[in-house]
């Protein structure tokens, strides 16, 4: 009996979610490393973003979505959002009795491992930012590292404007990097998770040389690491045919679908819209 | 009896709302021209920005304000968004026993009567754009005339950002408005309260010839023939020391006062922080 419950668990899916579509870079790296995975996302389009908003109003959404999450029995909780996981983890934390983990602390610990000037960037919304969240986990790890941190408030929307590869985001990406440029960085943490679909033009602008770490694909890791640990791992392929991805969003899901697509290879069959302020 | 009544609803604020800061460039128009008027300006910066949201979500907001809005007993509301009025105008003037208008009918009206060559352009957002709501209101105008609607999302972010003179925001327009200029339009209305802020811009790129007609200028007009219609004109300059402009918003306070500053020459002393899911 018991054993039957505890493999029902591990069927079970790991709720995921964003403000919006960035988290889905997140998605999509856990869809890779671990394919055997049921997701159910939720992106709170209706408010998007949160990169500009205060840490009592991303709370107050995050916990609404946590209660979403939950009617659809999640086995853990994925914070696919630098903004949510700077302001919202900690808080959430104490609140659940399911595992919960952010965006932050995966990529924190690979820059604090692999940086050999000490001279770590982080760029991100203003909110991540302000927060210092960056600067806390990483000298929590390595206390001899000095944390430059910018906020790029553009980029969200040239990246959803679809100017992935564009002058603009060229001219745009030199002027928030140059600073940390002249500082002579080694290593630059892209915190927040609309980033890595420019990745290629912040590498051209910061140089090469510079170790970008890519939060969500660190994420994706420790939360494999820890379903493992916890025997919550779903051993198994989904069957033929079940719905192994589920996406939820609070306003325009037709829209979401086609940015969704462009994003992650895997077709998007449906998004659903829910009304998140009931929750 | 019935004088002090009548004389008391003249002196009640005038309801005014935005999805956030933009809404201000329709405050500071009325402010100048009817200066006697108290305002209550309620900006949803919790839930900015509106224009890439769907009509259902937008009118719930909007519902939500002109709730809020009521308890502080305005004489009339004014819709200083473009996107909730194109949206949640009609549903609302069902609603409720006060006057309300919009941003998009004024100047809908004024491009109809000044264009020469009946070729209207408008620039906004992508839902302001999609409700084709300034096509109705001028073909019921002048139904000689075509409209040629380009959404503009990186305007806001770029006025947000305080780019209002810059190369880049010099080349977004280039390439939003290139389509306009072939077509020879001889007029353009300014469909989103950010955009007269990059106004010299604007104009520039658009060629001098061409006549911007900013529905913020246009709203405070139609807003005092209205109050004078029905008798609501506050005749007397308020007292000294009355709190004559109040701010409230969803979210951050703070920035949002810093802002407003930036477009409001009357110092704005205070905005307060109201929890607008709650109405």
């Known amino acids: 009996m018991n054993?039957?419950?505890?493999?029902?668990?591990?069927?079970?899916?790991?709720?995921?979610?964003?403000?919006?579509?960035?988290?889905?870079?997140?998605?999509?790296?856990?869809?890779?490393?671990?394919?055997?995975e049921s997701?159910?996302?939720?992106g709170d389009t209706a408010r998007v973003p949160y990169g500009s908003k205060t840490?009592?109003?991303?709370?107050?959404?995050?916990r609404q979505i946590v209660r979403f999450l939950k009617t659809h029995q999640v086995k853990t909780i994925v914070i696919a959002c630098n903004t949510a996981s700077a302001y919202a983890l900690?808080?959430?934390?104490?609140?659940?009795?399911?595992p919960i983990i952010g965006v932050v602390r995966p990529g924190a610990k690979v820059a604090a491992e692999?940086?050999?000037?000490?001279?770590?960037?982080?760029?991100?919304?203003?909110?991540?930012?302000?927060?210092?969240?960056?600067?806390?986990?990483?000298?929590d790890i390595n206390n001899n590292v000095t944390?430059?941190?910018?906020?790029c408030p553009l980029f969200v929307p040239l990246v959803e404007e679809g100017l992935w590869q564009d002058p603009v985001t060229d001219e745009i990406a030199k002027r928030y990097l140059s600073e940390l440029i002249d500082?002579?960085?080694?290593?630059?943490?892209?915190?927040?998770?609309?980033?890595?679909l420019i990745r290629s033009t912040i590498s051209r602008v910061i140089g090469e040389e510079v170790t970008l770490v890519n939060p969500a694909y660190e994420t994706a890791l420790e939360l494999k690491a820890m379903l493992q640990e916890r025997g919550l791992l779903n051993q198994e392929a989904p069957k033929l045919g079940s719905n192994q991805y589920q996406f939820y969003v609070s306003d325009a899901a037709g829209k979401f679908k086609q940015f969704a697509n462009s994003i992650i290879k895997y077709g998007i069959l449906s998004a659903k819209t829910v009304n998140i302020e009931d929750y």
Chains 1, 2 share one sequence.
Not at 39 to 42: A, D, K, P, Q
Not at 132 to 138: F, G, P, V
Request: charged share 20%; hydrophobic share 35%; aromatic share 8%.
């Open 3 to 36: 054993q039957d419950i505890i493999s029902d668990i591990t069927k079970a899916p790991i709720g995921v979610f964003d403000s919006g579509v960035g988290g889905l870079t997140v998605v999509r790296e856990i869809m890779r490393q671990i394919p055997n």
């Open 55 to 62: 840490k009592e109003t991303v709370t107050k959404f995050s």
């Open 39 to 42: 997701i159910c996302y939720f």
């Open 147 to 151: 944390i430059y941190g910018k906020a």
């Open 183 to 196: 500082i002579g960085i080694d290593t630059l943490i892209m915190g927040c998770t609309h980033y890595p």
């Open 90 to 98: 900690d808080e959430l934390e104490k609140e659940i009795d399911i």
């Open 114 to 139: 692999v940086t050999k000037n000490g001279k770590i960037g982080v760029i991100a919304t203003e909110a991540t930012i302000g927060s210092q969240i960056y600067n806390r986990y990483i000298q």
